[in-house]
């Protein structure tokens, strides 16, 4: 068995690189919504959340599992897990943080050595040093961390030991100003070239600002869990979403009411029944539903200032209803200097109006359900009263529960009955903790390899 870092190839590339080290930040898009929504599939940072039986914690630099040569004068000292960059704000959010310790390989991609099978830089050969590595020491379960993934796999499967991971105590962005674009899945910042340098201080003064972060305590797969895993004839299936990678994308959850509630009339009576001014009373009379709609001050197109829009909403002749569904965003329309947000705009100058008996909903995934209450928590005292008197705040759990409850009634309509199974099966895993989906992913997929 060999170690790469016994090899003459490690060997030579270590001497070379401790002639003049540079620091530098690594910056990988979270797994969620791309590599894993294919089929079959898990995302090879998963390893990221686990300790590997043999205690040591092992992380993986996408997409492809390597650092690269171009990089060799750079250590890495951080990665940072984020979302996708964000466009028009030019920022990303946070989710965890993670201290590197050594890179395990230093392997990359060149063209034209991997043309050559002879170079030791071939991919092909490069791939057999990593995987000796792994038959060496790396199992989770119990199983070989090459024989998890699926056959075809073409990644290195890891790139660093690590020593912690972190999340941030409260919701977090970083701002990108200029001099770095971060547009594709994986990132470097530099702390030696002119242009990113603003930009690395900036980060590393959040990264050792330690009032901003938890500790993470990281799992470890055990061989007794994976001994007693059933692989549940529904539960974690593929879904339509997982299929065309929209699964973190919101507008496909509110999309999916809109279509519930406009196929259904019953069924929206049905739900507006969750609101506390009903009393689980059903209301008699029929909505016109809305997506997208947009809202204007004292409900005037003509005359108002255009306000925002509401995700889906309805109205009858007594009653108008609102849902704004929050997979990922917190509250938007923030006026800072009066402490409100577009939730009290939207039931000031549509929900409330025309003598209209108001029914106002949130839909937040559960784990994000604190990070809600905390921004509610710093608005107004005023915006807070009506929000907490007029809003009911409802946790995809509590969507999953009623649409278990509903199944009958959904499966009357085409629409309905076509999709419950996959919107079922999104809606459980919005009430999942990220946490809780990442290890049943894991443990599903150890348990697969070994009944191969």
């Not at 690594?26 to 940072?45: A, R």
């Amino acid at each position: 068995m060999i170690d790469i870092r016994d090899t003459d190839y490690y060997k030579e590339i270590t001497f070379k690189e401790k002639i003049m080290q540079k620091e530098c930040i690594l910056l990988n898009k979270i797994f969620e919504g791309s590599y894993t929504d294919n089929i079959s599939n898990i995302p090879h940072e998963i390893i990221d959340f686990f300790k590997a039986d043999d205690g040591k914690y092992y992380v993986y630099n996408n997409p492809f599992g390597d650092f690269g040569n171009h990089n060799k004068n750079y250590t890495p000292t951080y990665l940072l897990l984020t979302s996708s960059y964000i466009p028009k704000e030019k920022k990303v959010k946070i989710f965890y943080l993670i201290k590197i310790k050594e890179k395990i390989h230093n392997f990359g991609y060149d063209r034209k050595a991997l043309a050559n099978f002879e170079n030791s830089n071939n991919k092909a050969n490069q791939k057999i040093v990593i995987e000796k590595i792994i038959e060496k020491n790396i199992t989770y379960g119990g199983q070989r961390l090459d024989k998890i993934y699926e056959e075809n796999d073409k990644t290195y499967m890891l790139t660093f030991e690590a020593e912690w991971i972190r999340e941030p105590k409260e919701e977090m962005f970083f701002e990108f100003n200029t001099g770095y674009n971060f547009q594709r899945n994986t990132g470097i910042v530099h702390n030696d070239e002119k242009k990113q340098a603003e930009t690395f201080k900036r980060l590393m003064e959040k990264i050792e600002d330690s009032k901003l972060w938890k500790s993470y305590e990281l799992d470890k797969i055990n061989s007794e869990d994976v001994t007693n895993y059933k692989i549940p004839e529904k539960a974690g299936q593929k879904t339509f979403l997982d299929f065309i990678c929209m699964i973190e994308r919101e507008e496909c959850y509110t999309n999916f009411l809109f279509n519930l509630f406009s196929e259904n009339k019953e069924l929206v009576k049905n739900f507006l029944m969750l609101h506390p001014l009903l009393e689980n009373k059903k209301i008699a009379e029929d909505f016109i539903i809305c997506r997208e709609a947009a809202v204007y001050e004292n409900d005037d197109e003509e005359k108002g200032e255009y306000i925002g829009r509401l995700d889906v909403s309805g109205e009858s002749q007594n009653y108008r209803f609102c849902i704004e569904n929050k997979i990922n965003s917190g509250l938007n329309g923030k006026d800072k200097e009066n402490n409100t947000s577009q939730l009290g705009k939207y039931f000031k100058n549509w929900t409330s109006c025309g003598n209209h008996i108001p029914l106002s909903f949130v839909l937040v995934p559960d784990e994000n359900k604190g990070n809600l209450d905390s921004e509610i928590g710093q608005l107004s005292e005023e915006e807070q009263q009506i929000v907490s008197k007029n809003y009911k705040i409802l946790t995809y759990k509590d969507l999953y529960q009623f649409l278990v409850k509903n199944s009958e009634e959904i499966k009357k309509y085409p629409f309905g009955a076509k999709f419950y199974e996959d919107i079922l099966e999104i809606t459980k895993r919005m009430s999942e903790s990220k946490r809780e989906r990442t290890k049943r992913l894991f443990l599903a997929q150890i348990a697969k390899s070994f009944s191969k």
